[in-house]
């Protein structure tokens, strides 16, 4: 399993849990973004630079993904492609996207979506919280756990 971060738009406070993650367990850690991003120096810790545009960035990830390989982003159409494709999608506030809840997801985003274009104020999203940092480090945790042991027995990470 790998991890891909959608990073132009995760927050710093969880770039760093999954760096920590990523020296710890030794999993491959690559982050897509359209702007540099200064990244720990680690063998497993990549940075991929795309140009600039709608999409790019996701269409980089949808690309390189295997099936099982596990994406940090808040864009849901991107977690829909993710787990078509054969791969997790987590939420940087700590939501597991899923075949059971993703169609729901992307209801209420086109919903909002189309609030906000007819002129409704929706607020938008909450600040990062303390809580959602919390979540996200368990899910993260309990996914790079279930991930320990293959079918044969052998640990897949450090």
């Known amino acids: 399993m790998k991890i ?3 990073a132009d738009s995760c927050p710093v406070v969880i770039k760093e849990i ?7 367990t030794g999993v491959l850690l690559t982050l897509v973004a359209n702007h540099p991003l200064h990244i720990p120096p680690s063998r497993n810790i990549k940075f991929i630079q795309v140009s600039s545009g709608f999409d790019v ?3 980089e990830i949808v690309n390189r993904l295997n099936i099982g390989d596990l994406v940090i982003t808040g864009d849901i159409p991107l977690a829909a492609e993710i787990i078509e494709k054969g791969g997790q999608a987590l939420d940087p506030r700590g939501e597991l996207y899923s075949k059971n809840n993703i169609k729901a997801r ?3 985003r086109d919903f909002m979506d189309t609030l906000r274009a007819s002129g409704i104020d929706t607020g938008g999203q909450a600040p990062f919280s303390q809580n959602e940092r919390k979540d996200f480090a368990n899910q993260l945790d309990k996914l790079l756990t279930s991930m320990k042991i293959t079918a044969n027995g052998k640990p897949l990470f450090k």
């Open 106 to 108: 992307l209801t209420m």
């Open 18 to 24: 999954l760096f920590k993650a990523a020296k710890r």
């Open 57 to 59: 960035a996701d269409n």
């Open 4 to 6: 891909w971060v959608d």
